[in-house]
Structure formats: C-alpha cells, structure tokens
C-alpha cells in the first residue's frame, strides 16, 4: 500500500468524527436559538399581561376586558359570571344551608387606591368566615359604587366585598349592599379620613385598629350562588355570600367614595343554569 493510501485511511475515521461533531453542533445552536425565541415571546407575553390595562370605562370597559388580554377571555366566554341580579321569587330556600359564622376582631389594616377602587389589607390571619363547616381567611376588602349586584333589577347605591381564601386556595366574597341613610358609620371614618385621592402603591396605616364588624348588618342571612371574580380574570369557582340586609352610610360618606371613584361596577351577568339560594 502506497504512503499515500495509507495517509487516506489514518486520517478518515478522524474526518468522519469532526463531520459528526459539526452537524451535533449546528443542531445545538439551532436548538439555542429557537429556545431563545421561545423564551423572548415568553417574557414579552409576560410582561404584555403584566401590563394590560382596564377599567370601567371606553375602550378598556367591562365588554372590553376579554379583548385587552388572553388571560381575561373567561371575562366574555364563562358561564358562572359575577355579578348577577338576584331575583327574590326565584331564589331557593334550602333548609340544609346554616347561617355564616362571622369571626372578625379589631384589626390594623391599611388602604390603597389601586386605581380601580378602595382596598383594605390586613396585616393578621385571625379574621374568618365559616361556611358549611369549611374555614376561610380575610385576606382583603373593598368597595364598589353603585352595588355589582342587583335585587330584583336594582343597585344599592353602594356594594363591600370581603374577599376570603380557604387553606385549598379557594375563594369566598362576602357581599355587604349599602344604602344612603340619615346616620354615619363612625368606625368607617377611621378608613375615610385616610381616603387616598390618588392611586399609590404603598398602603396607608390607619392609626386605630379597626373593627370589621362594625360594616356588617345584625342579620347576616344570605343569598348563596357559585361565580366568578367581578374582574379581570374573571376567575369562576369562587363562592358567593350575598347578605339579604343592607347596611347605611349617610350620604357625604357615599359622596366621598363617589369623588374619587364616580362608578367602579360591573354590569350583571347571565345567571344561566345556576340557581341562588338562601338560608333564609
């Protein structure tokens, strides 16, 4: 065999390995590179539903919402929505449902303006409702003008929900309506006179512990129904409490909260298949 054969022959097994290793490398940056692009439209759908923006109002409003972001498509497609109008003769009694058990003591709270309404965060674990023997967590409340939802076709002039959270994740509102009256709510001045005017990230303190209780009417019978967030996502699943008594503010304290948020409701949604019922 000449010199020239057996260079050929040495040197192939090397040439065969470094085409292998080539067309392993291409592959791999290809690999990178589309994994980059993944990760690129990620971060920018990320930070797309980071930054959607909606309100009560044009071209961001409730019939709006699904459009604004893929995540808010329950908003327009879910069929246990919330609010809804609670028509009184078709509720149903059910004799198996018991009163809530209410369990709030006085708490330091602070509020916020979050640019869509008032909100109370508490700082404690210690405030629950108990409902057919399962345990929820206050987590936070809030207020809406006029009330989301309706009784017999019309708003309260004003709507509170106390938001609630189960050890499973799971939600329960506390609905209390709210109607102008001749007399004021004095613990409700102690969140009042801290209104802030402006949407602001950092929650103010209120000074004095403050007493939930104080928001809720004697009777606490309600109305009960499965739904959904009021907004966006629109999350459904979420446990509805709907007190039958209203409570009152006197009207300057209603016109406080309109000042600053003139209407921050959802319009009722479909009721559906879904009944409501009452422990009544």
Known sequence: MSVGKKLIKMLFPLLALMMVAGCGSEK??????????????????????HKAHWSYEGDTSPEHWAELDQLFTT?????????????????????SLSPI????????????NN??????????????????GKTY?????????????EVNGSHADMELH?????????????????????????????????????????????????????????????????????TPPCTEGVQWIVLENPVQWSEEQINKFKAIFPHDNRPVQPLGEREVDTDS
Request: aromatic letters at 6%.
């Open 28 to 49: 791999a940056v290809d690999n990178k590179v589309e994994d980059k692009a993944e990760d690129k439209q990620e971060h920018s759908t990320a930070a797309s539903v």
């Open 75 to 95: 908003c327009k497609v879910g069929k246990a929505q919330s609010p809804i109008n609670i028509l009184k003769e078709e509720v149903q009694d059910d004799e």
């Open 101 to 112: 058990k209410v369990e709030y003591s006085p708490s330091k709270v602070t509020i916020v």
């Open 115 to 132: 640019g869509h309404t008032i909100q109370a965060n508490l700082d404690n674990k210690d405030n629950k409702i108990t409902l057919e």
């Open 137 to 149: 967590t206050l987590q936070q409340f809030h207020f809406h003008l006029p009330s989301e939802h």
């Open 162 to 230: 106390f938001v609630h959270k189960d050890a499973d994740g799971q939600l329960a509102v506390l609905s209390v309506l709210i109607t102008k009256g001749s007399k004021e709510n004095a613990e409700l001045n102690k969140l009042w006179s801290m209104l802030p005017t402006e949407e602001n990230e950092e929650g103010i303190p209120i000074e004095d512990a403050f007493d939930m209780n104080e928001l809720l009417p004697e009777d606490l019978h309600s109305f009960r129904y499965q739904g959904s967030l009021t």
